[in-house]
C-alpha cells in the first residue's frame, strides 16, 4: 500500500517563529488532508489539498503531486498551535480510506 | 451542529465485557469508516462501508463487528473485550469516492480503556 512519512517528528519553537511540516508520500493521490490533533484529542480538519496551495490564515499548504510531497506552513505560531499535525492520503490503489503518517508532534513555548 | 459525533466519549470497561461504540453523521456522505488511534498516535483504518455496505476491513479481529443500519450510522460493537484493545476509536464519514471533493471528517473520538 501506499507509503506515507512525515518530518520532522517532533519540533519545538518559541511563540511567533514559523515552521514547515512535510509530508512525503509512495503514490499518485487522490486525496490529501492535512489534520491537526489538539491536546484534548479532536481532530481537525486543516486542508484538503490533493494539488496546488491553499491559505488559511496563518496556515498555507502546498502539494506538489507530480514530486509526491505536501507541506504544510505555519507562520507566528501560537501556544494553541501544539498539538500533532497529520498528513493522511487516499490514493487510486488504497480506495475508501485515508492512510495516515506518524504525525508531527508541534510544541509551541510562550 | 456536530457533523460527526460518537457516543460514549469514555468507556471504561473490564476484560471480556461487550461494548458498543455509535457514530452518527448528519453531512448527507456516503462513506464511513472506523480508525483506530493506538498509544504512539498511530492511526489506522479498521473498516470502511459506503452506502451500507462493507468496502474494507483491515484485518481486524472477528470480536469486532460493524452495523450500518442506513447511510448515516457506523456503529462498533466489540465482544470480549481484551487488554489490548484499550485505544481511541474515530468514526468518520466522507463523499464516495469519484467525487471531486472526498473530504473525510471525523468525530471526536472514545477513548477506551480496558480493565
Known amino acids: 500500500g501506499i507509503q506515507v512519512e512525515q518530518s520532522p517528528p517532533d519540533l519545538i519553537l518559541q511563540e511567533g517563529a514559523n515552521s514547515t511540516l512535510r509530508c512525503n508520500f509512495s503514490?499518485?493521490?487522490?486525496?490529501l488532508q492535512w489534520f491537526h490533533q489538539n491536546p484534548w484529542g479532536q481532530l481537525i480538519n486543516l486542508f484538503y489539498?490533493?494539488?496546488g496551495t491553499k491559505q488559511n490564515g496563518r496556515l498555507s499548504a502546498t502539494t506538489v503531486a507530480t514530486e509526491r510531497y505536501s507541506l504544510l506552513y505555519i507562520s507566528s505560531s501560537q501556544t494553541t498551535d501544539s498539538g500533532v499535525y497529520f498528513c493522511?492520503?487516499?490514493?487510486?490503489?488504497?480506495?475508501?480510506?485515508?492512510?495516515f503518517g506518524k504525525g508531527t508532534l508541534l510544541t509551541v513555548n510562550p | 451542529d456536530t457533523a460527526v459525533s460518537q457516543t460514549p466519549k469514555y468507556l471504561v470497561t473490564q476484560m471480556g465485557n461487550d461494548k458498543s461504540i455509535k457514530c452518527e453523521q448528519n453531512?448527507?456522505?456516503?462513506?464511513m469508516y472506523w480508525y483506530k488511534q493506538d498509544s504512539k498516535k498511530f492511526l489506522k483504518i479498521m473498516f470502511s462501508?459506503?452506502?451500507?455496505?462493507?468496502?474494507i476491513n483491515e484485518t481486524v479481529p472477528n470480536r469486532f463487528s460493524p452495523k450500518s443500519p442506513d447511510k448515516a450510522h457506523l456503529n462498533l460493537h466489540i465482544n470480549s473485550l481484551e487488554l489490548g484493545d484499550s485505544a481511541v476509536y474515530f468514526c468518520?464519514?466522507?463523499?464516495?469516492?469519484?467525487?471531486?471533493?472526498?473530504?473525510?471528517?471525523f468525530g471526536q473520538g472514545t477513548r477506551l480503556t480496558v480493565v
Open positions: 468518520a464519514s466522507s463523499p464516495v469516492l469519484g467525487q471531486d471533493n472526498t473530504e473525510a471528517f
Open positions: 503514490d499518485s493521490v487522490n486525496n
Open positions: 489539498i490533493p494539488s
Open positions: 493522511a492520503v487516499e490514493s487510486g490503489g488504497s480506495n475508501y480510506k485515508l492512510t
Open positions: 453531512l448527507g456522505h456516503d462513506t
Open positions: 462501508y459506503n452506502n451500507k455496505e462493507l468496502i
